[in-house]
């Protein structure tokens, strides 16, 4: 008898924890039809002859960590200005890597998400939480160097400043991000999103694989809660996605890759279980620039901006519907300098951009509405 409750009890526990295990793991939704809807006869060609092509810097401008306040400024094109909001904690809690940002969101309620990817750790890396409210009241925007050493310890321990900074930082585990520049926030439904897109190499190389995985990222862990995994195909052809992404305030997500020289952008819905892209119907014949590395949508304009280093086109994202209405008049281009390697750009309520700068990391806000 009491072998056999035994049994009955481990077989319980067997259950219990079998259970408990399936709902600590990342659900992971497959999506068997083809997520990708492309007419390559409708496609056109859009003048965009004030954009100009951006090559890649042979090296990128490095700022001293000792500045308390840097620039990024546009010398031709459409004007616009950054200027140094937060330099980021570097390094980060327990002397962690925290350099190569990667992406950066914000949400309604004034929290900016940042993924960080450290190139030894490749295609894995973590997201860090910063209450923009409470580093404000903290003074952070008027001394910008006392957020960058947030976790640097004088004389053993932390200052009590710095312990009230680290209270507005919340710091997610390591997961697999793959490239890491995909994380928007979707203001339709307050969800963080972001693609693992996992690379052979560091750089912009292609991606391990065709399937797609387009990961909910949950606020309070901050890491993937559950997946949607597809395929882009179309016409005996698959494509890659998750270079990059935005969404606008309908809730429609957007990327846009390189052909060439040539841009093209993708729109798409996601659901709870699935996801559905279509290759819009218009081309850009000059994209900004050699390195894809964001896309930003502007509420308060209605505009999306495709990123590349040093370069920042912008046109109207409702010129994107139907076969599309784009013309020459409809774009606004921005050469920028010193040569940074620019990493992600997102907006606040206001319409003022946000610009995610590497080497050394640090986010700068515009100053005007752009």
């Not at 969800?191 to 912009?204: A, C, E």
């Not at 060439?260 to 892209?277: D, L, P, T």
Request: proline share 4%.
């Amino acid at each position: 008898m009491k072998r056999f409750i035994l049994v009955i009890m481990s077989f319980i526990l067997c259950l219990v924890w079998g259970q408990s295990t399936k709902a600590a793991a990342s659900i992971v939704h497959y999506q068997h039809s083809s997520a990708l809807i492309y007419h390559p006869s409708q496609v056109r060609i859009v003048d965009d002859s004030s954009v100009h092509f951006i090559t890649v810097p042979g090296r990128y401008t490095h700022m001293k960590a000792s500045k308390k306040v840097n620039w990024v400024k546009s010398v031709s094109g459409h004007h616009v200005a950054f200027k140094t909001r937060l330099l980021l904690p570097y390094p980060g809690k327990g002397t962690e890597h925290w350099g190569n940002p990667q992406a950066i969101a914000m949400s309604k309620n004034n929290l900016m998400y940042i993924v960080y990817c450290p190139t030894t750790l490749r295609n894995r890396g973590r997201i860090v939480q910063y209450d923009l409210k409470r580093l404000g009241q903290l003074g952070v925007y008027k001394k910008p160097q006392i957020l960058r050493t947030v976790y640097v310890k004088h004389h053993g321990k932390y200052s009590k400043r710095q312990r009230k900074l680290q209270k507005a930082i919340k710091i997610g585990p390591l997961f697999d991000t793959g490239h890491g520049q995909t994380l928007a926030f979707n203001p339709r439904d307050n969800g963080l999103y972001m693609w693992r897109d996992n690379r052979k190499r560091d750089n912009n190389d292609s991606q391990t694989t065709t399937r797609s995985y387009l990961q909910h990222i949950n606020t309070q862990s901050l890491k993937p809660d559950r997946a949607i995994s597809f395929h882009l195909r179309a016409h005996g052809k698959t494509f890659y996605g998750g270079g990059t992404q935005t969404f606008d305030q309908y809730g429609n997500t957007y990327f846009w890759c390189l052909n060439g020289s040539e841009a093209e952008i993708y729109k798409g819905r996601i659901s709870g279980h699935s996801v559905k892209f279509r290759r819009t119907d218009q081309t850009l014949k000059r994209a900004p620039g050699t390195h894809v590395q964001s896309m930003g949508y502007n509420a308060k304009r209605g505009r999306l901006y495709l990123v590349a280093d040093d370069s920042i086109v912008s046109f109207p994202a409702k010129q994107l519907n139907g076969r599309g209405s784009l013309t020459k008049h409809s774009f606004e281009w921005s050469r920028l300098v010193p040569r940074r390697e620019m990493e992600g750009l997102t907006f606040d309520a206001s319409g003022h951009a946000y610009l995610l700068a590497n080497h050394n990391p640090e986010v700068l806000r515009s100053t005007s509405v752009y």
